[in-house]
C-alpha cells in the first residue's frame, strides 16, 4: 500500500499515512484532530539500466587500442574515413 503525507490545516503538522489508493475516508490530524490535506511530494527518479535516454545515448567512451594503427579513426565499414575526423589524412 502507498504511503501519502498530509499537512494538518491547523498546526501544519506534517505527517506520513499508508492507506489504500481506494480509500477516500477523512483523514484527521493526529495530534490536534484537525482537518487535513493531502501533500503531493515529488518521487525521486534514479535512470539506471539500458532503456533511459541518459543511459542509452551517453557518448561511448574512446579506446587507443581499438584501432588497428593505433590512432582513433572514424572510418566507416566500406573502408572511407569521416570529413570530420581529426586523424583523417
Same mark, same amino acid.
Given at each position: 500500500?502507498?504511503?501519502?503525507?498530509?499537512?494538518?490545516?491547523?498546526?501544519?503538522?506534517?505527517?506520513?499515512?499508508?492507506?489504500?489508493?481506494?480509500? @477516500? #475516508?477523512?483523514?484527521?490530524?493526529?495530534?490536534?484532530?484537525?482537518? @487535513?490535506?493531502?501533500?503531493?511530494?515529488?518521487?525521486?527518479?534514479?535512470?539506471?539500466?539500458?532503456?533511459?535516454?541518459? @543511459?542509452?545515448?551517453?557518448?561511448?567512451?574512446? #579506446?587507443?587500442?581499438?584501432?588497428?594503427?593505433?590512432?582513433?579513426?572514424?572510418?566507416?565499414?566500406?573502408?572511407?574515413?569521416?570529413? @570530420?575526423?581529426?586523424?583523417?589524412?
Amino acid at each position: 500500500m502507498p504511503a501519502y503525507d498530509y499537512r494538518c490545516l491547523s498546526c501544519e503538522l506534517v505527517f506520513e499515512l499508508t492507506r489504500s489508493a481506494n480509500d @477516500t #475516508s477523512h483523514v484527521s490530524c493526529p495530534h490536534c484532530g484537525g482537518d @487535513t490535506k493531502r501533500v503531493f511530494t515529488p518521487v525521486g527518479v534514479v535512470f539506471k539500466g539500458s532503456g533511459f535516454h541518459n @543511459t542509452d545515448y551517453r557518448p561511448k567512451p574512446r #579506446s587507443d587500442d581499438s584501432s588497428p594503427s593505433g590512432k582513433d579513426s572514424c572510418a566507416s565499414s566500406d573502408g572511407v574515413a569521416c570529413p @570530420t575526423c581529426p586523424n583523417a589524412d
